[in-house]
């Protein structure tokens, strides 16, 4: 990382994979984009990272749930842990419950990679829900949050002021001392 040059190399064969903070930042960019074309309000979910602009139609505020990863939706139904409102900003949740597959050895394996080990996250989180300014903000610290067990990620997210929830595989569900200004 060159500051002065502003740039970044990387070594031949390399890549970086913007694709969470990219999906963060595009439901950022459409939901103003609508919201500076006339529209109201706007809510624009990618692929789990949301992001709210001005009012909903039938309510002062966007209300919104964080999905049980113990109890599945049943029926279109979700099962919540938590349910917030948000004015605006974004919110995104990363986790391991998703994007998994099974290895030939019979291990189970995600999408979320310790950069120590260079192997699949063990923290135990299952997901990491976190509520910032723009939905970019909330996709890298819900990312980042993932990667710890439950109690540092909540540390690291009242660290930086951000509100967020994080439910570990032993049932636990972790709340940011901010997340109490967003709960309903």
Not at 119 to 134: C, E, F, H, K, R
Not at 142 to 151: I, K, Q
Request: aromatic content about 4%; hydrophobic content about 45%; charged content about 15%.
């Amino acid at each position: 990382l060159d500051y002065g040059e502003s740039s970044l190399t990387v070594p031949a064969g390399a890549a970086i994979d913007l694709g969470g903070i990219g999906k963060g930042f595009a439901a950022d960019v459409v939901a103003e984009e609508l919201v500076a074309d006339g529209a109201g309000g706007a809510l624009v979910n990618l692929g789990g990272d949301i992001a709210v602009q001005g009012l909903p139609a039938d309510s002062p505020v966007w209300s919104l749930g964080i999905d049980d990863p113990f109890r599945p939706a049943q029926r279109g139904e979700p099962h919540h842990v938590a349910r917030f409102h948000l004015v605006s900003g974004g919110v995104a949740t990363s986790g391991t419950t998703i994007r998994r597959w099974t290895r030939a050895d019979g291990s189970v394996a995600h999408h979320l990679i310790d950069p120590i080990t260079a192997a699949p996250t063990t923290t135990g989180v299952l997901t990491a829900t976190v509520i910032a300014a723009d939905a970019a903000t909330a996709e890298v610290f819900a990312t980042a949050a993932a990667t710890l067990p439950g109690a540092e990620a909540v540390a690291m997210l009242d660290g930086v002021g951000l509100a967020g929830l994080v439910v570990t595989d032993d049932g636990c569900i972790h709340r940011t001392a901010s997340l109490k200004d967003y709960e309903t």
